[in-house]
């Protein structure tokens, strides 16, 4: 796969396994009890691996695994990497109150004028 000069922040994956979805559920399910480095949590077809409280920082990433059905005999596992959705929305409502601010300011200026 050749690499390209784009910055990606979240970057994502897609794999196709030939088993049961269930199966490999539930092998994620068993990697949790079976190590202490990473907190694996699945709820309904979502697995999240994240790190232990103790060596998280608000910028500390997260992989959330979707694991789709594709046949009885096989599924799909779409991978995303990024920070806690919580940073996401800090960030975007960062943005939108820089924009309001703009806006705010650009009114002032033209009844000023």
Known sequence: MPLSNDII???RFKLEINRNNEAVLKDFQNAQAEQS??????????????????EQTYWTPQLHLEINEVSENSCV??????????????FI????????LFIAFGIWTYTKW
């Open 9 to 11: 922040l979240r970057p």
């Open 37 to 54: 480095d990473f907190i694996v949590s699945r709820v309904d077809d979502h697995v999240f691996i994240r790190f232990p409280k103790n």
């Open 77 to 90: 596992i779409r991978g995303l990497f990024g920070p806690n959705p919580t940073v996401w929305s800090l």
């Open 93 to 100: 409502f960062l943005h939108f109150l820089i924009a309001g």
